[in-house]
């Protein structure tokens, strides 16, 4: 460090996307002292060293071997020493005065405060309706103790034992750390500093492989029980829909096999008018081109099975995790 200890460090898990030294240059320019930017390179494997943009003596690059965001932020954090971590994403744009904020928001955190969420903006193309890929990522506007600008009290880190390297995207490890949070008696708080985290690109079938998520659901619900989307204001979304869709074509399929062609051609009817009505409310808000309108048809068949899919993997892998139980909460 350059200067006497500062209050907050700050932690920036990467893979190298090319957005890395736009975070970083704003960053170097603002914060304290002696603060500390941690960059944790989740790569995989040994590569070209990391493009920074920056030139910074309080820049530290560590590695994680490549085991998700969980696992690269708690690298992060047990690599610098402040009272504060501010866990960033690399994608992510600080406003002007974002270090400014953020410094005072610690600065005013009472004692059994442990974790100030940021508020993340989404911004939008101007002129035409968003695609479902742009009103996805706009769902971070307004979301709940997010990652992608969190700034956690590291008493309260120790306390919990930081995340949970058991999830290895980046979704719901930052839910989990926020209820364990809650259940070791520490509050936690929104800021008013702010981040903007812009739509990058994605392949037009990107909602198929997202289902992935639902496995992080059910490690939740093991862990924290069933009620946990109401305790973090997370949205239920789509899957009560998803397990009839899937049994009707599933129904339609056995039915066929089965030489009972009219039972077959009802079920597949049902599959058909449930599916095209999931595919319509996804695409009628967008921008309705024909990209998007195949696109919206096409994963729109496949979304449901791939989400029960995933459903169920977790659910078998996770049976036996044990719930969560309360810590100690803050001294």
């Keep these: 460090m350059t200067g006497p200890r500062a209050a907050v460090d700050v932690v920036v898990p990467t893979v190298g996307r090319p957005t890395l030294p736009t975070l970083l240059h704003p960053l170097s320019r603002t914060l304290p002292a002696g603060s500390t930017i941690v960059v944790v390179d989740d790569r995989p494997a040994p ?24 696992a690269a932020r708690n690298a992060g954090w047990r690599a610098c020493d402040a009272p504060w971590v501010a866990f960033v994403d690399d994608d992510i744009d600080p406003a002007i005065g974002w270090v400014r904020q953020l410094c005072a928001e610690v600065a005013e955190a009472g004692p059994a405060v442990g974790a100030i969420q940021g508020r993340v903006e ?16 706009a769902g971070l506007d307004g979301a709940t103790w997010i990652t992608a600008d969190m700034v956690v009290r590291r008493a309260a880190l120790k306390d919990v034992g930081g995340f949970d390297e058991r999830f290895p995207r980046a979704y719901r490890e930052d839910t989990d750390l926020a209820l364990r949070l809650l259940d070791a008696g520490w509050r936690l708080r929104l800021g008013q ?25 059910m490690l939740v619900a093991r862990l924290h029980g069933r009620d946990w989307r109401l305790r973090v204001r997370a949205p239920s ?4 829909s998803y397990p009839v869709t899937v049994a009707l074509a599933g129904g339609a399929l056995a039915a066929l096999a089965a030489g009972r ?17 999931f595919a319509w409310r996804r695409a009628a808000p967008g921008p309705r081109t024909m990209r998007e309108l195949a696109a919206m048809a096409v994963t729109s068949c496949a979304i449901p099975p791939a989400a029960c899919y995933y459903r169920l993997r977790g659910g ?5 995790a044990e719930r969560r139980t309360r810590g100690r909460g803050p001294a």
């Design 261 to 277: 062609r009219r039972a077959a051609a009802l079920a597949a009817g049902a599959w058909a008018v449930r599916t095209g009505r």
């Design 193 to 217: 500093r702010r981040m903007r985290h812009p739509v990058r690109p994605a392949p037009w079938w990107v909602s198929v492989p997202l289902q992935r998520g639902n496995a992080d659901d």
């Design 47 to 70: 590569r070209p060293p990391l493009a920074l943009g920056v030139d910074d003596s309080r820049l530290r690059v560590v590695r994680s071997g490549g085991r998700g965001p969980a």
């Design 122 to 137: 989404v911004p939008l193309a101007a002129g035409r309706r968003p695609t479902d890929w742009e009103r996805n990522v």
């Design 237 to 240: 979304g789509a899957w009560s």
């Design 316 to 320: 078998l892998r996770w049976r036996h």
